[in-house]
């Protein structure tokens, strides 16, 4: 069975300042997709990035890179220069690419992150 | 952003009454989903559909129904509302099925079964 790991229920960070969320996951799909999404207090879910199982190198978009580690089964999401409006829960989730697992997503419990001024 | 809707935005109910949620797209992608998000769960499939009448349980179906008449209508049915129900519910979307196809939400309702 799929499983999405989050051990940091909360995390403080300066502004300017990188910091990394954990995410380890577990599949015996040989195919699988990574999606980070972030929820601010709004409660919307919003899409921040994905990476391939199979893809070469670390997906990036703007602040957000994923520290994708195949062999140790982590995708940690890495923000750069936090900024106050990213203060938000933050989910990790997995969607695989075998027929019977690729209709959902199974998310981990969520980080939620305080950005401090 | 996708085009997305959910109505109502919050309902409060009271136990044993029946309960419809709509999810409405303007993006004319295949799929769409209903998750419930509970504090330490994450999000949670309830049920999904693949096409216009064609839809499948998700992991907590039980208590819940849905259908889909139209590509962009997807509708999420309590027949008989109860407290564990009270929950957040997500629809979402995505243009194909595979992996790689992000699933994109839609705004949240808040319910309350009293």
């Known amino acids: 069975a799929q499983k999405i790991t989050q051990t940091q229920p909360g995390m403080f960070v300066q502004e300017k300042e990188a910091v990394t969320l954990d995410c380890t996951y577990d599949?015996?799909?040989?195919?699988?997709?990574l999606f980070w999404y972030k929820q601010p207090s709004s409660g919307e879910m919003i899409f921040l990035i994905y990476?391939?199982?199979?893809?070469?190198q670390n997906a990036t978009e703007g602040r957000y890179s994923l520290n994708f580690q195949k062999a140790r089964k982590s995708a940690n999401l890495v923000i750069s220069a936090s900024q106050l409006g990213d203060s938000a829960m933050y989910f990790c989730?997995?969607?695989?690419?075998?027929?019977?697992?690729?209709?959902?997503?199974?998310f981990g419990s969520g980080t939620r992150l305080l950005v401090r001024p | 952003d996708a085009g997305i809707t959910q109505s109502p935005r919050h309902k409060v109910t009271e136990t044993g009454t029946p309960v419809t949620l709509r999810c409405h797209q303007t993006?004319?992608?295949?799929?769409m989903y209903w998750y419930r998000q509970d504090p330490g769960h994450g999000l949670r499939l309830i049920h999904y559909?693949?096409?216009?009448?064609?839809?499948d349980k998700g992991e907590v179906s039980d208590g819940y129904s849905v259908s889909r008449s139209k590509t962009e209508d997807f509708l999420l049915t309590l027949e008989s509302a109860t407290s564990s129900q009270t929950s957040v519910y997500f629809c979402?979307?995505?243009?194909?099925?595979?992996?790689?196809?992000?699933?994109?939400f839609g705004p949240g309702t808040r319910l309350t079964v009293l």
């Open positions: 993006e004319n992608h295949r799929y």
């Open positions: 559909s693949y096409g216009v009448k064609d839809t």
């Open positions: 599949t015996s799909d040989p195919s699988y997709g």
């Open positions: 979402a979307i995505s243009d194909g099925w595979v992996s790689t196809d992000t699933q994109y």
């Open positions: 989730a997995m969607r695989g690419f075998e027929m019977d697992s690729s209709y959902k997503l199974i």
């Open positions: 990476q391939g199982s199979y893809d070469q």
